[in-house]
């Protein structure tokens, strides 16, 4: 019984306890529950401490920043960023059109001082700071702050661009707003960029504006198929996937392409064709991709709008200097496909200029004192941009600048490290020394001779060339393209070959040791006999300077291998860069490709070299050595070995023929 009342008093007691904790949970959770709909205005306001609208306070600043949204004739509005030195009167506007956010280009130090805030791309400070110029810097249509949809390159007004707007169009539109709300210009501009932004210093020519006075486009894509981003003689730049994704994936490319691989070689090969890496990274998405996956052959789509076909169709009204870099890993091609279209337009010599540097891609704003490890002697860039692109500038967009003397083709000779001022291009000389198209052979025993061999049977050297096992571009890990610290994209062409060379997939042939130097200026060119057991090949073809053994002033380039030029053909267009055609299956075929301009000295006790292989990976993609119709779709059935022969006497001669100045050799 006791028992009994003891549990019963226990049991109250406990949900007494229960009630308790129940009712303080609940006033807990009602306290914790935000007021009813209403009741806020019982509640004082507690008022925030940013401002509606901060305006920045420029006190101190040597520079007056100014952002307009500049209408076009469509209606659609691009964002521009106007930098303005203070205390200037009547100064000249250098313009830059680009996808890379204007914004963030002018404000690299967010600094009170013009020279931080412009710091790096296209920005050549000694010019634009030291010059006194304004600063425009403008989002192209459809990228970043500006309105518009985007189109990469976007075509001109025509069969592949129905609409009444480019970006002709839009520079025209810019520079008429520009000299009429800037009141501190004197109503000229020129207009500069680099590789994109060198794109549009191009379309700037077509159908100028009256103020634009001066050109500069510099390392700028003209012809994606024949030879800068896109591909080279119908090869396809692999590397180039991760930019198309992150540039027209968004708006502000911040879509960035993603990786699971530390070596590209490793994420490309084991992705299988260009394709198939592509729709796995969704880019099937995106417009340009799907262009590219439809027009892979040289056909009206790339044909009518490379810049140097339109450009040599439009009356030459503007002054152009075009800067061409010897080693640009990106756009090789353009600057003298486009020298080559218009110079002869310029019947007094007063209007197309032309700057050959030792320098990659948009290297002649940055330091020009050397390239990975070969040295310059001196900063060919500062050299640049203080003797040549300065007094360019102010010659054409000062009112009142003394008489320029710039030489109409101002190339660097490398090998022996000076600048040369020729009266065109090609010329080995001050006084025109005119390159004399010169054979060097491939030989017997892997030598290279300019003796053409004897005739007798048709001798040849072979390699296996196998898709599972390409050659790489350089040594592995393979980098992406990049330009952050400690990536080395922009150094690649400049890489020692000693490891291609000693690959047996890779042919070399080598001249003895010269006794005199060996001087090039122009472009050599391949002729190449070769035949494949396949039925579609890829042909490589490098022109190499081997330095001697040892080299006392710089140990580390003893017997160092140079690419003095080098480039890649696709042998299906070896009949029509249009119309792909299979191979003859084992049988000797002539192919002949340019390989990109040198002005170089191969100088006493090194040695020329040349390399032949099949494959140059990932830089482009591998050919399946199987005729497929579009390389793209190719199946991982399709990508077959085969025996790669080069033919080096007989009827059947290869050779380079280099753009030799008389004397040299």
Known sequence: MISNMKTTNASRLNSVTFLLLALLSFGAQAAAEPPAAGAAAKYPAFPSETPATFQPSSEGFDYERREAMIPMRDGVKLHTVILIPKGTRNTPILLTRTPY?????????????????????????????????????????????????????????????????DDSTDCYDTIEWLVKNIPESNGKVGILGISYDGYEPLVALVNPHPALKVSVPMNPMVDGWMGDDWFHNGAFRLQNLPYIHDQEATRDSKAKWWTDHFDDYDLYLRGGSAGEVARRHGMLQLGFWRKILEHPSYDAFWREQALDRIL?????????????????????????????????????????????????????????????????????????????????????????????????????????????????????CETGCAPQATPLYLAADSKLTFARPAKGANAFDEYVSDPAKPVPYRARPIQPVAYEPGMTWSQWLVDDQREASGRPDVLSFTSDVLTAPVQISGTPVAHLVA?????????????????????????ELGGYQLMVAADIFRGRYR???????????????????????????????????????????????????????????????????????????????????????????
Not at 101 to 122: C, I, M, V
Not at 331 to 337: E, N, R, T, V
Request: proline letters at 9%.
């Open 101 to 165: 956010d204007a914004d963030a280009q002018t404000r690299r130090k967010n600094s009170a001082h013009l020279g931080p805030t412009l710091y790096g791309y296209d920005n050549a400070l000694e010019v634009i700071v030291g010059g006194g110029y304004i600063r425009v810097d403008q989002d192209i249509r459809g990228k970043y702050g500006s309105e518009g949809d985007y189109v990469m390159n976007r075509p001109l007004h025509g069969s592949l661009n129905p609409t009444p707007v």
């Open 312 to 428: 040599a169709q439009q009356p030459l009204k503007v002054p152009v200097l075009l800067v061409h870099s010897l080693w640009d890993q990106e756009d090789i091609y353009g600057p003298l496909a486009v020298y080559r279209a218009i110079e002869p337009k310029d019947v007094h010599n007063d209007k197309v200029f032309l700057v050959l540097g030792p320098w990659h891609h948009g290297q002649e704003i940055e330091d020009g004192s050397a390239l990975g490890a070969i040295r310059f002697d001196s900063d060919t860039s500062l050299y640049f941009q203080r003797e040549i692109l300065r007094p360019f500038l102010d010659r054409y967009l000062r009112d009142s600048a003394p008489a320029a003397n710039i030489a109409p083709v101002t190339a660097f000779e490398t090998g022996t490290n000076r600048w040369r001022k020729l009266s065109a291009w090609p010329a080995g």
């Open 575 to 665: 009949e029509s860069l249009e119309t792909p055609h299979p191979l003859a299956a084992n049988k000797p075929l002539l192919y002949r490709f340019n390989l990109p301009a040198a002005n170089h000295v191969f100088l006493p006790g090194h040695r020329i070299m040349v390399q032949v292989q099949s494959s140059w990976f990932p830089l482009y993609d591998r050919n399946p050595q199987t005729y497929v119709p579009n390389i793209f779709l190719a199946k991982p059935e399709d990508y077959r070995k085969a025996v790669q022969r080069v033919y080096y006497a007989g009827g059947d001669t290869s050779f380079v023929e280099l753009p030799l100045i008389a004397g040299t050799h």
């Open 531 to 555: 035949s494949t057991s396949g039925t579609d090949s890829d042909w490589v073809v490098k022109l190499i300077d081997v330095y001697p053994d040892e080299v006392g002033p710089q140990p």
